[in-house]
């Protein structure tokens, strides 16, 4: 409205006017209040409709790639598991986390311990998005809350005992921006909270109850109640985005599971912020929340099918480099997969642990498979503190070749 012209024959206000008197026309009234007792509300609007058509078709279905089936149940889990490892760090990021990706990817993939608080926060995360996916099937409870919130927070707070409940009075709790200390948001009082919850609870677990609340708005708006509410002393930013997630996989989009939606929001931090704030200062309206968020999935869905087309192109070509030397029938699809990322990544380290947690596969199944790969002669194999270390066999496209004139 700032920057567009109004129509011919209008005035900016009269404008204005126009347009909040059709929002109010249309407004859905929220079992949901500001600190005032003031309802929020959402409004039909033609673009909310057409990015949530845009998500219903894409979040819900199949995915139309060059080769679809590269999400396939032998695949699948290897994909799930690189979309948590990426939210996990980039939600941390977005709350002050300083560790790169690299080094969270080497972390969560190998297993080792956190040396840092940062380090701390994005195994917290990855293991609340874990919780997450395990109790899809549960009703959410304030209990549930309480243990994601300590899942998130463990060993990160000053205050230890902040870890795992709500907020009391004694905590000053603000949304502050992190550019210039700015106060954009204070929270409700602490003694709301436990009604505050309560009806948060109640509204996940709602079924197809008069009125109707599409499943993906509902799940925009446990993330934007979250964050207006701000139950907790840390963690809330983190809790969320897993509530997002966690609602959505319940409401029956499994493409959620392949997404990062804190790698677009990280992207443009700003956006992110303007978009609380102007639900909460135009009359309570989410539907700014609202379509920003839609806007951010459907981007991530956008960059999801880029990555898988990349993906498929380069799966391809490596099965043709197999089914070349004979090799496609030695290995499986774990195998296959490591040896394409020894070839593409020569510096890399794997472990029985970092391949078990890359394909989500028991302990005993990653170390035949590495055993294998070792045999083969496509890896070697050392000892580092105790610890099995795989890496890169010098000569192994000179290997692929001598086995595959072994085979003939």
């Given at each position: 409205?700032?920057?567009?012209?109004?129509?011919?024959?209008?005035t900016s206000r009269?404008?204005?006017?126009?347009?909040?008197?059709?929002?109010?026309s249309?407004?859905?009234e929220?079992p949901f209040?500001?600190k005032?007792?003031v309802?929020?509300?959402f409004?039909?609007s033609?673009?909310?409709?057409r990015?949530?058509h845009e998500?219903d078709?894409e979040a819900?279905?199949?995915i139309?790639?060059?080769r679809?089936?590269?999400?396939?149940p032998?695949?699948?889990e290897?994909?799930v598991m690189?979309?948590?490892?990426?939210?996990?760090?980039?939600s941390?990021q977005?709350?002050?986390?300083?560790?790169?990706?690299?080094?969270?990817?080497?972390?969560?993939?190998?297993?080792?311990?956190?040396?840092d608080?940062?380090e701390q926060?994005i195994?917290?995360?990855y293991?609340?998005?874990?919780?997450?996916?395990?109790?899809?099937g549960?009703e959410?409870?304030?209990?549930m809350?309480?243990?994601?919130?300590?899942i998130?927070?463990?060993?990160?707070l000053d205050?230890?005992?902040a870890v795992g409940?709500?907020?009391?009075e004694?905590?000053?709790?603000?949304v502050?921006?992190?550019r210039?200390?700015t106060v954009?948001?204070?929270?409700?009082?602490?003694?709301?909270l436990e009604s505050?919850?309560e009806?948060l609870v109640a509204f996940?677990?709602?079924?197809?109850?008069?009125?109707?609340?599409?499943?993906?708005v509902?799940?925009i708006?446990l993330h934007?109640?979250?964050g207006?509410?701000?139950?907790f002393v840390?963690?809330?930013?983190?809790?969320?985005?897993?509530?997002?997630?966690w609602s959505?996989a319940?409401?029956?989009?499994?493409?959620v599971e392949?997404?990062?939606?804190?790698?677009?929001?990280?992207k443009?931090p700003?956006?992110?912020?303007?978009?609380?704030?102007?639900?909460?200062?135009?009359?309570?309206?989410?539907?700014y929340?609202l379509?920003?968020?839609l806007?951010?999935?459907?981007?991530?869905?956008?960059?999801?099918?880029?990555?898988?087309?990349r993906?498929a192109?380069?799966?391809?070509?490596f099965?043709?480099?197999l089914?070349?030397?004979?090799l496609?029938?030695?290995?499986?699809h774990?195998?296959a997969?490591?040896?394409?990322h020894?070839?593409?990544?020569p510096?890399t380290?794997?472990?029985?642990?970092?391949?078990?947690r890359?394909?989500n596969?028991?302990?005993?199944?990653?170390?035949?498979?590495l055993?294998?790969?070792?045999?083969?002669?496509?890896?070697?194999?050392s000892?580092r503190?105790?610890?099995?270390?795989y890496?890169?066999?010098?000569?192994?496209?000179?290997?692929?070749?001598s086995?595959?004139?072994h085979?003939?």
């Amino acid at each position: 409205m700032r920057v567009r012209p109004p129509p011919t024959g209008y005035t900016s206000r009269e404008w204005w006017a126009a347009i909040k008197l059709r929002r109010i026309s249309s407004r859905h009234e929220l079992p949901f209040k500001d600190k005032s007792g003031v309802p929020f509300s959402f409004n039909d609007s033609g673009n909310l409709y057409r990015l949530l058509h845009e998500v219903d078709r894409e979040a819900s279905g199949r995915i139309e790639v060059p080769r679809a089936d590269v999400v396939n149940p032998d695949q699948r889990e290897r994909y799930v598991m690189n979309s948590l490892i990426e939210e996990a760090i980039t939600s941390s990021q977005l709350e002050g986390a300083l560790t790169t990706r690299s080094v969270a990817k080497e972390m969560l993939r190998s297993g080792r311990r956190p040396t840092d608080t940062s380090e701390q926060m994005i195994v917290n995360n990855y293991a609340g998005m874990e919780f997450l996916r395990a109790n899809t099937g549960e009703e959410l409870s304030v209990p549930m809350l309480l243990e994601l919130q300590r899942i998130l927070t463990d060993g990160t707070l000053d205050d230890a005992n902040a870890v795992g409940r709500f907020r009391n009075e004694s905590d000053a709790v603000h949304v502050v921006d992190r550019r210039d200390g700015t106060v954009v948001h204070t929270p409700p009082p602490a003694d709301e909270l436990e009604s505050r919850m309560e009806r948060l609870v109640a509204f996940a677990s709602a079924h197809d109850k008069d009125p109707f609340i599409h499943p993906v708005v509902k799940a925009i708006l446990l993330h934007f109640m979250i964050g207006y509410d701000h139950p907790f002393v840390d963690g809330n930013g983190r809790t969320a985005r897993a509530l997002f997630y966690w609602s959505m996989a319940r409401s029956g989009y499994w493409l959620v599971e392949f997404l990062s939606i804190s790698t677009i929001i990280r992207k443009s931090p700003a956006q992110y912020v303007r978009a609380y704030v102007y639900s909460e200062t135009d009359d309570n309206d989410v539907t700014y929340f609202l379509v920003y968020n839609l806007r951010v999935i459907s981007r991530a869905i956008q960059a999801l099918h880029v990555y898988l087309t990349r993906k498929a192109r380069e799966s391809r070509d490596f099965e043709e480099t197999l089914r070349g030397a004979d090799l496609a029938h030695l290995l499986n699809h774990r195998q296959a997969a490591l040896l394409s990322h020894v070839l593409k990544y020569p510096d890399t380290t794997y472990t029985i642990e970092s391949h078990r947690r890359s394909h989500n596969v028991t302990y005993e199944t990653a170390r035949t498979d590495l055993i294998g790969l070792t045999k083969l002669g496509f890896v070697n194999v050392s000892k580092r503190r105790r610890k099995l270390v795989y890496r890169r066999h010098p000569d192994v496209e000179a290997r692929i070749r001598s086995t595959a004139t072994h085979l003939t």
